[in-house]
């Protein structure tokens, strides 16, 4: 089984001072020793990097880089991917979810990927199930 990490769960692992902090750092460990194999896409390493840098620091984004994702297999999304995503953002017409979400939930069907470790709820109103 293929659990897809979300930008949602990186920033709960690595802000201490969350909300979700204490809940990602309980099911980071259990996550990564079980048969599993976590994965998650190049967009969400964007939205990840960029917000950790902006909202955390560069010693987050190193955290991230480091000790976060060498678990982590990354699926790079490509052209038709990244239209695929954009196509179901526009259509959506609203402010949520994001399009990094819309791609992210593209590459779930894609890779059969049925639980997103995420704090996002947009997630679960697209049919995945969650970790939390």
Same mark, same amino acid.
């Given at each position: 089984?293929?659990?897809?990490?979300?930008?949602?769960?990186?920033?709960?692992?690595?802000?201490?001072?969350?909300?979700?902090?204490?809940?990602?750092?309980?099911?980071?460990?259990?996550?990564v020793?079980? $048969?599993?194999?976590? !994965?998650?896409t190049?967009?969400?390493? &964007?939205?990840? +990097?960029a917000? @950790?840098? %902006? #909202?955390?620091?560069?010693?987050?984004?190193?955290?991230?880089?480091?000790?976060?994702?060498?678990?982590?297999?990354? $699926?790079?999304?490509? !052209?038709?991917?990244?239209?695929?995503? &954009?196509?179901? +953002?526009?259509? @959506?017409? %609203? #402010?949520?979810?994001?399009?990094?979400?819309?791609?992210?939930?593209?590459?779930?069907?894609?890779?059969?990927?049925?639980?997103?470790?995420?704090?996002?709820?947009?997630?679960?109103?697209?049919?995945?199930?969650?970790?939390?």
């Amino acid at each position: 089984m293929t659990i897809l990490v979300d930008t949602s769960a990186f920033l709960a692992l690595l802000d201490a001072d969350g909300d979700d902090h204490a809940a990602a750092k309980g099911l980071w460990q259990p996550l990564v020793s079980q $048969d599993a194999s976590l !994965a998650c896409t190049n967009c969400i390493l &964007v939205e990840t +990097f960029a917000l @950790a840098q %902006r #909202r955390l620091g560069m010693g987050a984004a190193r955290t991230l880089q480091e000790d976060l994702l060498p678990v982590v297999v990354v $699926d790079w999304v490509d !052209a038709y991917g990244h239209g695929s995503g &954009v196509s179901a +953002f526009l259509i @959506a017409g %609203r #402010r949520d979810p994001s399009l990094v979400d819309c791609v992210s939930f593209d590459a779930m069907r894609r890779l059969d990927i049925e639980t997103a470790f995420a704090f996002d709820r947009h997630f679960a109103e697209q049919g995945f199930s969650t970790v939390p």
